[in-house]
């Protein structure tokens, strides 16, 4: 599934005057997170990684989809999440800080438009510094917006 809309939603998107912005709603087990679009590529089913020696621990290795060398990054393990290797997973590409990382995650359940004056900014981190942005309240559900681009400037500075 890769990401898509009309000119009018990249206008919206792209502008710096709206208080809107759009983000990406995924589980990690049963903690649901949001990332902003602006940093996901696309989604994909999860390949075969190989390891690489002497990587960060949350690394899991590299695989190569369609002639692209992307790092896999286990998105549980760096947020300190406990997640059965069983259980069902999707990789969220993004290309961020000229590294195209794959996040793994359980489960993405859509795209929600929200306001950037109701993120509350939260004193918590996931134990990683700087990683949650803030939290948001969408339908009822607790959303940790995460910063894809500082967890890849922590992983390969």
Do not use: C
């Not at 710096?16 to 903690?31: A, G, H, P, S």
């Not at 990054?73 to 947020?79: C, E, G, I, K, T």
């Not at 999707?90 to 859509?110: E, H, P, S, Y």
């Amino acid at each position: 599934m890769t990401k898509s809309g009309n000119a009018d939603n990249n206008e919206i998107l792209l502008s710096t005057d709206t208080d809107e912005m759009e983000i990406l709603v995924f589980t990690i087990k049963n903690q649901v997170f949001g990332v902003n679009v602006l940093q996901v590529r696309e989604i994909l089913m999860p390949s075969p990684v190989d390891k690489i020696p002497h990587g960060h621990p949350s690394v899991e290795g590299v695989y190569m989809p369609r002639d692209t060398l992307i790092t896999v990054v286990n998105l549980a393990d760096y947020l300190g999440i406990y997640l059965d290797s069983e259980e069902r997973s999707l990789f969220i590409v993004a290309d961020v800080n000229k590294l195209n990382a794959a996040f793994r995650v359980n489960n993405v359940l859509g795209i929600e438009r929200i306001s950037i004056n109701n993120i509350e900014k939260s004193e918590a981190s996931y134990g990683r510094a700087g990683v949650m942005t803030g939290i948001i309240r969408v339908n009822g559900k607790l959303i940790s917006l995460i910063d894809f681009a500082k967890i890849v400037e922590d992983i390969a500075p």
